[in-house]
Antibody
Framework: QVQLVQSGAEVKKPGASVKVSCKAS????????INWVRQATGQGLEWMGW????????GYAQKFQGRVTMTRNTSISTAYMELSSLRSDDTAVYYC??????????WGQGTLVTVSS | DIVMTQSPDSLAVSLGERATINCKSS????????????LAWYQQKPGQPPKLLIY???TRESGVPDRFSGSGSGTDFTLTISSLQAEDVAVYYC???????????FGPGTKVDIK
């Protein structure tokens, strides 16, 4: 069965970077884009960007341009999202999700990133 | 960018009654070449990731109960829960995927509770 398993919670200081992983299983990793979506506590869903695991091509929401980098390691079917220059308002749950040309059909369990001095 | 709005922000419905959620896009999400609306609906329960319910505005994802239905076209869409069950308490989000790039956008969400 398809699974996306994310890395554990992180606590970071303002100005630092965080790198969250998303390990895919149950399907051919390179066949579907991985997207990242975040959600601040009690807030809605905010799309951050996408990555094509086959080509490594990426596209980022304008809000995160210059601060986010999405990469992958195809040998271990894992996608990564790194966010730099962290601020307190980056505190959120970060999700990876598989894009199948019509919707996000599978989501990771979420990774809480807390930014606090 | 396409902006998505939802109404109401929240609603409380009695068990077994109908719940209706509206979603509006700032521009059409109907792709004329294939006559498909690039609109999905998700359900999110507390502490869980979102779950896909509906795509192409009206196609139910496999395994989703048939009490969930989607309708609408162009800029105006509706998610209907025909007979609300206790397990349907959640926040519901619409999402457009017409305008990619620049990217996907979600509505702000509608919280559904039991009256």
């Amino acid at each position: 069965q398809v699974q996306l398993v994310q890395s554990g919670a992180e606590v970071k200081k303002p100005g630092a970077s965080v790198k969250v992983s998303c390990k895919a299983s149950g399907y051919t990793f390179s066949s579907y884009d991985i997207n990242w979506v975040r959600q601040a506590t009690g807030q809605g869903l905010e799309w951050m960007g996408w990555m094509n695991p086959h080509s490594g091509n990426t596209g980022y929401a304008q809000k995160f341009q210059g601060r986010v980098t999405m990469t992958r390691n195809t040998s271990i079917s894992t996608a990564y999202m790194e966010l730099s220059s962290l601020r307190s308002d980056d505190t959120a749950v970060y999700y990876c999700a598989r894009w199948v040309s019509k919707a996000f059909d599978y989501w990771g369990q979420g990774t809480l990133v807390t930014v606090s001095s | 960018d396409i902006v998505m709005t939802q109404s109401p922000d929240s609603l409380a419905v009695s068990l077994g009654e109908r719940a209706t959620i509206n979603c509006k896009s700032s521009q059409t999400v109907l792709y004329s070449s294939n006559n498909k609306n690039y609109l999905a609906w998700y359900q999110q329960k507390p502490g869980q990731p979102p779950k896909l319910l509906i795509y192409w505005a009206s196609t139910r994802e496999s395994g989703v109960p048939d009490r969930f239905s989607g309708s609408g076209s162009g800029t105006d869409f509706t998610l209907t829960i025909s007979s609300l069950q206790a397990e349907d308490v959640a926040v519901y989000y619409c999402q457009q995927y017409y305008n990619t790039p620049p990217g996907f956008t979600f509505g702000p969400g509608t919280k559904v509770d039991i009256k």
